[in-house]
């Protein structure tokens, strides 16, 4: 034992209570056999261990002491009188378990006194007394033992002698106590829990990894080899921590079975034989105990499968779910068997004489109680607080497409630990995916065609061979080019069929609101201005009335521009700007074209006074300030509904009243709730996560609202963060948000440079280990907090984790970071704002500014919905290039790349345009520097068309100054439009016409500009200004350059000209 072993007196004392309730009032009687008085029949009960044996054996005497005491004790014996406890061991013994005599009250069921009594050399006196006090125990004649206990010592050799020379009956109670210790209390279920924990981390971050390298590399490793490994690993603090670890062991050898040869049975031995993985299954089986607690898991992986090994394994999940929803509270073990049975009746008879036959036992203490099994002949009652390992499988199962013999039979097996609920499913406490998406290993096989997309299977493991194909130089770029092509000419044919079975239109622009302050002319405003013929404002319908030809004439202020005011000489000058066909901005290309417009007034009045009379001037001074003054009111309206656009108002959370469900503690919240940083708390609860900050704020995410759900460790950095990506945005902090992170700091974000101390500073390396020690705290509480989120049944996702491995620098927004892939997207959640891009969505992928002399080069995503804007990473070190093209590769994502940035508003608007067109003329081709078509694919018709009738450089740069980042956007280009509406304005008040260079001569010389800078080195090209040039060859593109060496502007505004 132990030496600084503490005994909870309490504990003890309650569970001894609950023994001497079930003995006293036939609670306890086993009701699993025929002898259902077993407990009740006995006067006494007895409980001994002899000397410790060499091999872990599990024994109904060694879990009675550990439900009672917490640890396990040898040469020691417990006697349960009557009235009374008699324990006969060692002094130092007697000494621990003398803490319960401390905690003892005269409560219900409780024995009225303890009786110790130390060991000496000669025992025969103090067992003399013991027997006296047996036979004084109710009819002192029938002794409760547990009669399939096998020990060995002096200790037990002479307690049997004793029980020989006074001819005791004896009676198993090994049931009836079975039973009683079945059902858990909160403290049992939460070491089962943590047992199950460290159970789920082991098979999901070593067995399976290990397997799918294995398989990856078509290595040959032995069952036994894996089995060994896996019990290494509890070692390893990356599984288990150095605080469990004394308290970690495994419940059995870890059973791996492959390649034809399958025993269902948890008594199965591991053979020696190698992995096979040529289209079969590999059966895994182990659990951990954790203080004494069992758990276990049981999984198959399928390599290759076939349809039919699908259909399978899926009808073998049914069946699992099955049990999961028939075990609950006071239902007959019988029963749930009697449900299986009748569905694989039913519904696959041909697997009936293949099930196994038990499909669980109660576990807990005990790997498994025999007695308590679900069973066809089993009619013992399931408990609230019952925890069982539930197991079910099918063997010997023919795959006819197998490759070889060991192929053509396989197994499929599957177990959980779960505990049983009074009326709900039972609650799973193993953790790790079973669906066929997790389990299932599909590797390519090198005779399939590549052109054939639809059967080509997929690389898996997705997370290896991506990671492989990042570091991997030696992927010929002659295949990867071959291989692309055909993702290309695939992605155009299936893309038209996408596009142009929607109308031909991707997503129709919202039609501009026509606002009719006025259904006829009766209801203009009674005000003596419009009488007059002057200027009027109704503030109420924000309109603008104007006497034209002397008839008054109503503009809502969403039809005006800008508005100037003039002073020449004795007059004033109201000039009013119309938004009209033609014009600059998103208003301007919402207009019908069809209608007549106006497209400016001017009005003019007199300075002068005459005989105090109020100057004619005055109502153009005040209708342009009240212009002003409205026209900011309906932009400050427009933009609140905006921010709400795309907003869905979220069902109610349903809150969890168990204190026990998940919690963090102490962590921040991006976007801020407020100008300084605020700390909360995350709960999960039944239905979405609720974060409460100090001072009150709730920020509800619901489960059905996440699209993905990100956890990025503190491994490499200064911050450990849950990271949700909405489907849909929520608003809070007055704004509408799709991103929401929680995070907390495990250092210092900043460093002292003055300081000047010792390497070896003792406070240094203290702040260190302290630091080392915070940092394997936070990342335990953390997965201990998705392990138990992720074990509710209302939780549709998993957390991603970023792979380190294969990030990459860039600059997605205004400062370089990096970039890391996960699963499915492509993330940075480190710096605010965030960067989340789902692989799925991804239509295809270019790659800026390619060109040998350039240190760096641009990444640019279009998406697969053509409305939404493209998302470019900048700035990425060239040396990243070809690692990056091999991961697209391997994600099967098409990519592309050119030497010059491109216009991809431009572009957009253009395919958008003209769908039918665009594919018509090669699609994405364009992009291809290689392709055959580049003269004439891709639009080329409409490129030059746009170059030489609508191109604009301030539309262009106003267009680039909207797309330049997500969070500045519409705030900055509203400045951008009321700087284009100032400039316009004092435009047009000097001459109509200015002299300049045509079109035609500007497109040449920027033509030649084009030829000349890519002759430039990189570093003369950095110095030079930004240019606008058209591109060489055909496309519907203006083509920008940026310098080539230097970082990405720092803000979304450029120099207007």
Wanted: aromatic content about 8%; proline content about 4%; hydrophobic content about 30%.
């Amino acid at each position: 034992m132990p030496s600084d072993v503490i005994i909870d007196g309490a504990r003890c004392l309650e569970r001894i209570r609950r023994l001497y309730a079930a003995w006293r009032n036939n609670d306890g009687a086993d009701i699993s056999t025929n002898d259902n008085g077993a407990l009740h029949s006995v006067d006494a009960v007895v409980l001994i261990r002899g000397q410790k044996e060499e091999d872990f054996t599990y024994s109904k005497s060694a879990a009675m002491q550990t439900w009672l005491f917490g640890y396990e004790m040898h040469d020691v014996l417990v006697v349960f009188c009557h009235d009374s406890v008699i324990v006969f061991a060692g002094a130092k013994k007697i000494n621990y378990l003398k803490q319960i005599e401390t905690e003892h009250n005269n409560k219900e069921n409780a024995p009225r006194n303890f009786n110790f009594i130390i060991r000496k050399e000669n025992d025969e006196k103090n067992l003399d007394e013991i027997i006296k006090q047996i036979k004084m125990s109710h009819q002192g004649k029938t002794l409760g033992i547990f009669a399939k206990d096998k020990m060995e010592g002096p200790f037990w050799e002479q307690w049997q002698n004793c029980l020989t020379r006074n001819s005791f009956e004896t009676v198993d109670i090994s049931s009836s106590i079975g039973y009683l210790i079945a059902v858990k209390d909160n403290e049992e279920l939460g070491l089962i829990r943590k047992a199950c924990e460290i159970t789920g981390k082991l098979y999901s971050k070593h067995l399976k990894d290990q397997i799918i390298n294995i398989v990856d590399s078509e290595r040959k490793v032995k069952h036994s080899k894996l089995s060994e490994g896996l019990e290494s690993a509890l070692n390893d603090e990356k599984y288990v921590s150095s605080s469990d670890a004394n308290y970690v062991e495994m419940c059995y050898p870890a059973i791996i079975q492959s390649g034809g040869n399958y025993n269902l049975k948890f008594s199965a031995t591991v053979d020696k034989n190698s992995l096979h993985f040529g289209g079969s299954s590999i059966i895994c089986a182990f659990g951990i105990r954790y203080k004494s607690y069992c758990s276990n898991v049981v999984r198959t992986l399928l390599v290759n499968p076939s349809e039919e090994m699908k259909n399978s394994y899926q009808f073998l999940l049914d069946c699992e779910e099955v049990i999961l929803r028939a075990l609950k509270h006071d239902v007959p073990l019988c029963d749930v068997y009697k449900l299986v049975r009748e569905k694989v009746t039913k519904e696959r008879p041909e697997l009936l004489s293949k099930m196994t036959t038990n499909l669980g036992t109660a576990l807990g203490i005990e790997f498994r109680e025999s007695t308590i099994a679900i069973t066809s002949k089993c009619t013992t009652q399931a408990k609230k607080g019952m925890t069982f390992q539930v197991s079910i499988g099918f063997s010997g199962l023919e795959n006819p497409d197998g490759k070889d013999e060991q192929s053509k039979v396989y197994s499929l097996f599957i177990g959980d630990t779960i505990v049983v609920n009074e009326h709900e499913s039972c609650t799973i406490y193993t953790s790790s995916k079973k669906d066929i998406s997790h389990i299932a290993i599909i590797l390519k096989d090198d005779d399939t065609p590549e052109d054939d997309a639809d059967n080509r299977p997929a690389i898996v493991p997705r997370r290896a061979a991506a990671e492989k194909a990042r570091t991997d130089p030696s992927i010929p770029e002659e295949s990867r080019q071959e291989y692309q092509k055909g993702l290309l000419r695939r992605l155009n044919e299936r893309a038209e069929i996408r596009l142009t079975s929607q109308g031909d239109k991707v997503s129709a622009e919202k039609a501009r609101k026509i606002n009719n302050s006025y259904k006829s002319e009766g209801q203009l405003p009674q005000d003596p201005d419009i009488q007059d013929l002057k200027l009027y404002m109704d503030k109420r319908y924000e309109t603008l009335v104007l006497p034209i030809n002397g008839a008054s004439t109503p503009f809502h202020i969403s039809t005006i521009k800008n508005v100037s005011l003039a002073v020449e000489g004795e007059y004033i000058y109201l000039r009013i700007n119309f938004f009209h066909p033609g014009g600059i901005g998103k208003q301007a290309d919402a207009i019908d074209k069809e209608n007549v417009y106006i497209k400016e007034l001017t009005y003019r009045a007199s300075n002068d006074k005459k005989d105090d009379v109020v100057p004619a001037s005055n109502n153009l001074s005040h209708i342009h300030k009240l212009i002003l003054e409205i026209q900011k009111k309906y932009k400050d309206q427009e933009q609140e509904r905006k921010q709400m656009e795309g907003v869905v108002k979220q069902d109610a959370l349903v809150l969890n009243a168990s204190k026990t469900n998940p919690k963090l503690k102490d962590l921040y919240i991006r976007p801020s709730l407020a100008n300084k940083k605020i700390n909360g708390t995350l709960e999960a609860h039944t239905n979405g996560f609720r974060y409460t900050s100090v001072r009150g704020d709730k920020i509800d995410i619901l489960y059905s609202n996440v699209s993905h759900a990100f956890y990025q460790p503190c491994d490499n950095e200064m911050i450990i963060l849950l990271h949700f990506h909405l489907k849909h945005a929520i608003v809070f902090g007055k704004r509408k948000q799709m991103d929401v992170q929680f995070y907390t700091e495990v250092g210092e974000l900043t460093t002292d440079l003055g300081k000047h101390r010792n390497m070896h500073d003792k406070d240094d390396v203290l702040a260190e280990q302290a630091e080392r020690d915070l940092r394997s705290k936070l990342k335990g509480a953390f997965q201990s907090f998705i392990d138990k989120v992720l074990q509710q049944k209302s939780f549709p996702f998993e957390f991603e984790t970023p792979f380190r491995p294969l990030g990459f620098h860039g600059t997605p927004h205004r400062s370089m970071v990096l970039i890391l892939p996960t699963t499915s997207c492509v993330v940075q959640l480190t710096e605010w704002p965030p960067l989340v891009i789902v692989l799925e969505e991804v239509e295809l992928v270019h790659f800026e500014r390619v060109h040998f002399q350039l240190k760096n080069f641009d990444m640019v995503f279009i998406m697969k919905d053509y409305s939404r804007k493209t998302q470019s990473i900048q700035a990425i070190p060239m040396a990243e290039l070809d690692p990056i093209k091999n991961w697209l590769n391997s994600c099967d994502i098409c990519y592309t790349d050119g030497p010059q940035s491109l216009n991809w508003a431009k572009i957009m608007k253009t395919i958008t345009d003209d769908l039918s067109g665009f594919f018509s003329q090669g699609g994405w081709t364009f992009l291809d520097a290689e392709s055959d078509a580049e003269g004439e694919g891709g639009g080329g018709g409409e490129g030059s068309e746009l170059e030489e009738d609508d191109y604009d450089p301030d539309e262009d740069e106003s267009e680039e100054e909207g797309s330049d980042s997500d969070y500045s956007g519409e705030e900055d280009e509203d400045e951008v439009e009321e700087e284009d509406s100032v400039s316009e304005a004092s435009e047009n008040l000097g001459t109509d016409e200015e002299s300049g260079k045509s079109w035609s001569e500007l497109e040449e010389e920027a033509r030649r500009d084009d030829a000349e800078k890519l002759d430039y080195d990189s570093d003369e090209a950095s110095r030079n200004k930004k240019k606008g040039g058209a591109s060489s060859k055909k496309s519907p593109v203006k083509s920008r350059k940026r310098p080539a060496s230097s970082p990405p502007p720092m803000n979304g505004k450029k120099k207007k000209r």
